[in-house]
């Protein structure tokens, strides 16, 4: 492979990534090839040192996709993160992938349950205050339609604050996750994130 092709690759993987980004990456590897070049080697010996560009731009995506999920913690994000890590083949992710999906469970398990408290919230309010008596004809003899429907409406109001608390869970899970996958980040990346957020 020579430098044209390189960089032509190295272009292409890099897409995805905003241009000031990109243009940072690729004026560093120019860099290394010009050290290299006059160090007396020759562009297919420097290929083969860096690497493929398919895989450093895997890394350059993870680092910029786990940072993006630091500044702004959010499910998309998070799944951006987790993706790269995939793509990269980021040491460690074998572990936190299970994890990723037990998170997903556990928000979605959560949700459920406050959507299906609220909604029976909603319905036993609904029973005592239209008195409807379908299907608990019985149920709505025991019990008077003034307590019932203080009753609906404190499971209606549990089951909003139940999918309140489900969103702050999702969010410290997300964060979790997140720094999960930042402790995965390839050594010298991660050094040059970290240098370039206290640059910031």
Do not use: W
């Not at 909604?119 to 608990?136: E, H, M, P, T």
């Not at 489900?166 to 050594?187: D, E, F, M, Q, Y």
């Amino acid at each position: 492979m020579n430098r044209t092709e390189f960089f032509r690759l190295l272009e292409q993987q890099l897409k995805s990534l905003d241009d000031t980004e990109k243009k940072e990456i690729l004026a560093d590897y120019n860099e290394h090839f010009d050290f290299a070049v006059q160090s007396g080697e020759n562009e297919d010996e420097i290929c083969r040192k860096l690497g493929s560009p398919e895989e450093i731009a895997n890394e350059y995506k993870l680092v910029s996709s786990v940072k993006k999920a630091k500044e702004h913690t959010s499910l998309r994000n998070t799944v951006n993160a987790v993706a790269s890590a995939l793509r990269a083949g980021a040491a460690g992710i074998g572990v936190i992938f299970p994890l990723y999906l037990a998170f997903v469970i556990i928000v979605f398990a959560f949700y459920a349950v406050a959507v299906a408290i609220a909604v029976s919230g909603l319905l036993v309010f609904l029973f005592a205050v239209i008195n409807v008596d379908f299907i608990f004809r019985e149920f709505i003899m025991i019990f008077s339609n003034v307590p019932m429907a203080f009753a609906g409406l404190g499971l209606l109001f549990f089951g909003v604050g139940f999918f309140i608390i489900s969103g702050i869970i999702k969010r410290a899970l997300l964060g979790a996750v997140v720094n999960l996958v930042s402790k995965v980040l390839p050594k010298k990346k991660e050094k040059e994130t970290k240098a370039d957020g206290n640059a910031e």
